[in-house]
């Protein structure tokens, strides 16, 4: 089994923290969006015939895609990969483009999974992000879709905003809680130098969020929504029972996938590929049939790590036989001392043969990951 990630590079406009790939110039989007179809015509030996279990339309902003577009791209999809009868077909999409009819067509061309960009339930807030959408349009299209037949919608949050309080973050919480949503993404903000926060930050008109209360708002968020019944399967994503993403999560399983589209990422276990994050130089050697991506084979360092760092972050945690089988390396032999701090001092358990984080351990996840890193050969 092996998964398709296909990136649509545009958007209507910027939000302010976003560092993704996309531009909000669309003259060019026709011609894109029938090379990324080319693109996966060039790939189709990338997955070496594993069927497709999951298929993520992610960017940018893939419910701007007109009927045409989406179809162009279906058609390559079903010409160059085998598909599982029930696959996972998840699509990003903004509140202000779900109307009835795009629902309609989103039913249509296959997708039975929404993952919605809310981001806040607050005008202020949206405002601020600088989104496209408002409060209305975010609650009205949960229930459109509902209509459309959508049975699996996972909505995106964002806490550690500035101007965002516990109150307000509560009251996000509970219009989310009302909705009841299958899944729920939940993000820290972070603010990232080259969006227009990073340039506010760097000229001091923003100030980020303290370290210690954005802490608790990330545990308010994993105490409120697992007290409501959500599963806290990945350090930002909860789930009704059963309602895991199985694209991300086959991401952290490290299975294979083939991204296509400007910035996309593949991986086929012995090294990922990263396509270039420029739509002209993308569309430049499409057009001669040229794949544009830098290729990085991984070294047994960077397998280790990789596992490592997904892994902790997972509800199963890192698996110390799969370290050991696979990968060739005793965790447990290399950080005994760590590992055994760790556990008294009740920021991590071992559990059926695996370390997992507690609730206070994942507050520390980055940082106990790459302490417990192999140090990468030069
Ligand atoms: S719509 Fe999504 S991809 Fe586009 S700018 Fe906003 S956050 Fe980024």
């Avoid at 899944?183 to 000229?203: D, N, P």
Wanted: net charge negative; proline share 4%.
């Amino acid at each position: 089994m092996a998964g398709l990630y296909i990136h649509i590079p545009f958007c209507k406009q910027a939000c302010y923290y976003c560092d993704f790939h996309f531009s909000t110039n669309q003259s060019q989007r026709r011609e894109l969006i029938e090379l990324i179809a080319r693109e996966i015509a060039l790939q189709r030996q990338y997955l070496n015939a594993n069927p497709l279990d999951t298929i993520y339309w992610g960017g940018g902003t893939p419910s701007m895609l007109t009927a045409f577009e989406l179809d162009l791209l279906v058609d390559a999809i079903h010409k160059n990969f085998s598909i599982v009868m029930h696959p996972e077909v998840t699509l990003e999409a903004n509140p202000d483009d779900l109307s009835p009819e795009k629902l309609a067509l989103l039913k249509t061309v296959g997708i039975n999974r929404l993952s919605i960009g809310i981001q806040s339930f607050d005008d202020n807030i949206l405002k601020f992000l600088n989104r496209a959408h408002r409060t209305s349009e975010a609650i009205q299209c949960i229930h459109q879709a509902r209509k459309a037949g959508f049975d699996n919608i996972s909505i995106d949050l964002i806490y550690s905003i500035p101007g965002q309080d516990d109150a307000l973050l509560n009251k996000n919480l509970a219009t989310a809680l009302a909705l009841n949503p299958e899944h729920i993404s939940a993000y820290s903000l972070t603010v990232e130098e080259k969006t227009v926060f990073g340039r506010w930050a760097s000229q001091g008109k923003l100030t980020a969020m303290a370290e210690d209360v954005s802490a608790q708002q990330f545990l308010l968020v994993m105490d409120t929504l697992g007290l409501h019944g959500y599963d806290h399967y990945e350090i930002s994503n909860y789930c009704r029972p059963g309602f895991e993403s199985k694209h991300n999560t086959s991401y952290w399983q490290q299975k294979p996938y083939l991204g296509v589209g400007p910035s996309a990422h593949s991986f086929d276990s012995v090294s990922r590929q990263c396509n270039v994050s420029n739509n002209y130089h993308y569309a430049s050697a499409l057009r001669e049939n040229r794949l544009p991506f830098d290729r990085e084979v991984l070294t047994p360092a960077n397998k280790i790590n990789e596992y490592i760092f997904t892994s902790l972050r997972t509800r199963p945690g890192c698996n110390l036989q799969h370290l050991k089988t696979t990968l060739k390396y005793d965790l447990i032999d290399q950080n005994r001392a760590y590992i055994e701090m760790l556990v008294e001092s009740k920021h991590m358990e071992l559990k059926d043969n695996s370390l997992v984080l507690t609730r206070s351990g994942k507050l520390l996840a980055d940082q106990i990951s790459s302490d417990l890193f192999v140090i990468l050969e030069k």
